[in-house]
Each structure stands twice: as C-alpha cells, then as structure tokens.
C-alpha cells in the first residue's frame, strides 16, 4: 500500500469517528431548559422556566401569575419551611420522629425573599420559578439546595428538589444540578413540612413515593390563610358584637 493510499485509509478512519463522535454527543447532550434569569451569581441563581405542564389551549392550567408579593411575606413563608431526615415506620416507632431543622439559612431566606418576589412579580402564565444555591467544598464537589414554586388560583406550590446535597460533578463534564435545579440529583431522604400546618392542602401520594422519600417533598399551601388578620378589623367586629348583645 502506497503512502498515499495509507494517508487517505487514516483520514477516512479519523472521519468516521469524528462524524460517530458528533453522533453521540447530540445523542447524549442534555436537553435545554427555556429559561430567564432573574439572578445570577458565581454559586447561585434564581430564575423563571417555561412549566411544560401547563397548556395554552386549557386555562384552568395557567399559572396565577405575574404575582405580587411583598419580600417580608415571601420570607415569612419560607422560613416556615422545615426539613427532617426522612424515616421509616419501624424507625420512627423505635425512635419517635426526626428533628426538625430550617429548609433555608437566615442568608439563604435574604437572597431568595427578595429574588423570588421579584421573579413572580415577571413571571408568565406559564412559567415557574426555580431556585439553586450552592456552598462549593472543593473544584468538583458542591453541597446544592434547589427546588421551584408556583402560585396556581390562591395556591403556593412549593417543591424541594434536592436539600443539602453534596454533589460530584461527573468526569464527563454534563452539570445536571444547575440544569434541572426541580430534580433530584440523589435519592431523597428528607422529608418537607410546614409550619403552622393548618396552612398546607393535603396532597395524595402512592405507596412507592413513601418508601422512595418522595411523598414530602412537596407542599401546597393555602395563600388565604396566611395573611394574618387585621387587628383593627378585628376590634371594630369585637365592638359590634358587644353591641348587639346588650
């Protein structure tokens, strides 16, 4: 076989394998998420997601948005938010419940209050907002707190994706953690709650989502029994009906 002959054997073979790698690599790539970024720093963000289970056609899909709330309410809500290692019913008939422990820092609930009023303030009927925090511990290893919301009627859906995960970014270079911050990166092991518990709408969950930890890893809460009540209106009904009763 002639040079020439051998130089044209091995730029068909390079071809080839270069056409097999772009194959793959689009076979393989992670699909994108439509996004707007709300905000954005080196380990976190906050930004709105086209929400692929609402409809245009079916308006009883829509989400309640733009939405207004203040950042004191907004901070008032999560900070209602805890988290407690989930356990099975023999473990909790041999130990009682797990503690409970804040979902969110007092810096965490200082940059999501403020973020997250601003993102449902601009949101679109269809769009959620997502959330991701990060505390990096080395250049591949990251403890990662992420999860989304959406206001649906008078509604506040709250989902917690991932809490306090230390995750590994893989060797071959796909980040999923910041790429589907509503999703899982691990299998869950906590449990969500809210408190005062009055507030949450009771959701149904299979068998498989409790043994998988993913029954509670969402809340729905009652918007209209959050507002406090006005302590003036309060007084003036109390006089009224002190009234009638003489």
């Not at 797990?98 to 609930?109: K, N, R």
């Amino acid at each position: 076989m002639s040079c020439k002959e051998i130089n044209n054997h091995r730029g068909w073979i390079v071809s080839v394998l270069l056409t097999m790698y772009s194959v793959m690599s689009i076979g393989c790539a992670v699909p994108h998420v439509p996004s707007r970024i709300i905000y954005e720093d080196p380990v976190n963000f906050v930004r709105l997601e086209k929400d692929s289970e609402v409809l245009p056609e079916w308006p009883p899909s829509h989400h309640n948005h733009p939405f207004t709330i203040e950042p004191e309410k907004l901070r008032m809500i999560l900070s209602g938010l805890k988290v407690r290692e989930h356990w099975i019913a023999l473990q909790r008939w041999m130990r009682g419940e797990s503690p409970l422990v804040p979902a969110f820092t007092d810096e965490e609930l200082t940059l999501l209050s403020v973020r997250i009023s601003e993102a449902l303030a601009e949101a679109k009927d269809n769009e959620r907002v997502t959330f991701y925090l990060s505390e990096p511990q080395t250049f591949a290893r990251r403890i990662i707190t992420s999860g989304g919301l959406y206001v649906h009627g008078t509604e506040l859906h709250i989902l917690l994706g991932n809490w306090r995960i230390i995750y590994g970014i893989p060797a071959y270079g796909m980040i999923y953690d910041r790429r589907y911050p509503m999703r899982p990166t691990a299998a869950k092991g906590f449990d969500l709650i809210f408190q005062p518990s009055n507030v949450v709408i009771p959701m149904k969950s299979s068998l498989l989502d409790g043994i998988l930890a993913n029954a509670k890893d969402e809340l729905i809460l009652d918007l209209t029994k959050l507002d406090p009540p006005n302590p003036k209106v309060s007084r003036i009904r109390s006089c009224v009906n002190h009234e009638s009763l003489r």
